[in-house]
């Protein structure tokens, strides 16, 4: 019979031996080294994925026709999340020319690191607007690497942009060690309003203190992140390996689905993997038993 889908809509590959990683300072030593499909099964078996998306973490077209044809031999990776410079001419035709290679049928998504631009307005400027428009049209979603600073501006380009589908990673990394998550909860809401929106409960853990970290510091997100968007716009994700800073893969899930264990089955079942079905098409979400 049919299983509901259980996916881990959010991971990374990535290679320091092979590639620089600008964004990959001092605190990611632990986890400075290669990181593939053969590290990640297992972990995706014992907590009883179907499947998962893979997103790409530089900005490089490169890159991602390498996760592409990864994604391609590599039969868990459901979907692919890229990246195309959203300011150049030819946005549509570097899309084309990413689905035409290897796993190009894989080709979800696509992210930039917004929160990365010294500009928190970026996603307003005229070209990265027209570059929005063709990820639109190209029938893709578009993944939010956003934080607080940011957030406002995105709603402001999601309302205007009603036929994309936007989806906010890590719930915009809500600064949970700080213990002051007001801002972030007052800038999350106008985005979450928006049903063109879905959002990953992602990348918690890295946002708690790494070392004394406990389910209740994610507690507020996560009730929050539920009340605003609604089980049929959340994701289940690893943030893998980022998260293990912080814990094993097993914590990052486990700490998530301990949350939301009171939601009703059908609930839960749209955030472990219906959702992430849905949003990012992912042709290949189901299983039989």
């Not at 570059?131 to 940011?150: I, M, N, S």
């Not at 309302?159 to 719930?171: E, I, N, T």
Request: glycine share 8%; charged share 20%.
């Amino acid at each position: 019979m049919l299983i509901p889908p259980v996916i881990d809509a959010h991971h990374n590959f990535w290679d320091p031996d092979s590639r620089e990683y600008p964004w990959m300072g001092e605190a990611f030593a632990p986890v400075r080294r290669h990181f593939g499909p053969d590290e990640l099964l297992p972990e995706l078996s014992l907590e009883h994925m179907t499947g998962s998306v893979l997103v790409q973490t530089l900005p490089s077209t490169e890159e991602t026709a390498e996760l592409l044809a990864i994604a391609a031999a590599v039969p868990f990776i459901h979907g692919v999340v890229g990246w195309v410079d959203l300011t150049a001419d030819d946005v549509a035709a570097r899309i084309a020319r990413l689905r035409a290679g290897p796993g190009g049928e894989l080709l979800v998504g696509v992210r930039h690191r917004v929160m990365d631009e010294p500009d928190p307005a970026w996603l307003m400027r005229d070209d990265v607007r027209r570059g929005l428009t063709a990820v639109e049209r190209a029938g893709l979603v578009f993944d939010l690497q956003v934080r607080t600073r940011e957030l406002a501006t995105a709603a402001t380009v999601a309302r205007a942009l009603p036929d994309l589908h936007f989806v906010l990673d890590h719930l915009a990394c809500p600064p949970i060690s700080s213990g002051d998550l007001s801002s972030w909860g007052r800038a999350l809401l106008p985005l979450a309003e928006l049903p063109n929106v879905s959002a990953k409960l992602s990348g918690l853990v890295t946002e708690a203190d790494w070392q004394t970290w406990s389910i209740d510091d994610l507690r507020h997100p996560v009730e929050l992140a539920v009340d605003a968007f609604g089980a049929h716009r959340l994701m289940l994700a690893s943030d893998w390996p980022t998260c293990l800073l912080a814990g094993a893969y097993c914590d990052a899930i486990d700490a998530v689905r301990y949350l939301l264990a009171e939601l009703p089955s059908l609930e839960q079942e749209e955030i472990r993997g219906g959702t992430a079905v849905h949003v990012y098409g992912l042709g290949n979400g189901t299983g039989a038993t």
